[in-house]
């Protein structure tokens, strides 16, 4: 197994949309000190390059589709390799995933959507062994740990009975997604996104449809307007 001492920091990245991994590859290629190694597109192909090379730090976003997500794979290449940094790249709020994806063994979360320095420093950051958060988020974080408060506690919804993909599926409902734009997003087949539903019905005790929906909307507005 081959790892990288010298030279550039390796990165390797892994998201399911090719467009997204070239444009983030041009953007890291343009920094002297970094250079897009390895690309994947999904979980199994990201543990698969793993095995023949290990980067200096990964970039995931945390959809991928094909029944994984970037939250869960992130626990397995800790399990793995518990010395890689790992940076969890998204479009989701990070009012609704950085504090799993850290629980999960990430160092940072950032947002697609934000600007180019701003995810260099990132990436820049967790390689450094520090933790990348958005001040807002790690405010938070630092005033519920400050309170005592922990994850479970502070989650009013329950949604930490949600498995991670179940939580991906139950924010695009909050979001006025139909079942079939679901499936759609997450690379995933109706009777999948179906199945979730009904777990997601299940485990929040939710009665039909238009409960699972009042409840998914009313969480998204609760998490996304007042964060902190």
């Known amino acids: 197994m081959e790892t990288t001492t010298q030279g550039p920091h390796s990165v390797m990245l892994v998201d ?16 002297p000190d970094l250079a897009v190694k390895s ?16 980067p200096d730090v990964i970039v995931i976003d945390v959809s991928l589709g094909f029944g994984t997500n970037g939250i869960d794979l992130t626990k397995s290449i800790k399990e793995r390799l518990p010395q890689v940094p790992i940076l969890i790249l998204s479009m989701h709020d990070e009012a609704l995933y950085a504090e799993r994806a850290l629980r999960a063994g990430a160092r940072g979360y950032i947002m697609k959507h934000e ?13 450094a062994g520090n933790i990348y958060l958005s001040s807002t988020l790690a405010s938070k974080v630092l005033r519920d740990m400050v309170d005592g408060i922990k994850p479970s506690e502070a989650d009013l919804y329950g949604m930490d009975r949600l498995s991670d993909r179940e939580l991906e599926v139950f924010e695009l409902i909050g979001r006025g997604y139909t ?9 995933l087949s109706i009777k999948t996104i179906e199945t979730h539903r009904a777990h997601i019905k299940q485990k929040l005790k939710l009665k039909n449809a238009t409960e699972l929906v009042h409840r998914a909307y ?8 007042n964060p902190i």
């Open 218 to 225: 009313h969480w998204i507005e609760n998490s996304t307007s």
């Open 115 to 127: 600007a180019a320095d701003k995810i260099i420093q990132a990436i820049q950051t967790v390689l």
């Open 179 to 187: 079942t079939r734009r679901v499936a759609e997003v997450l690379n």
């Open 39 to 54: 690309e994947a597109s999904n979980a199994a192909e990201a543990l698969q390059k793993l095995r023949a090379s290990i």
């Open 16 to 31: 399911d949309h090719p467009i997204v991994r070239k444009g983030m590859a041009v953007l890291i290629n343009q920094e």
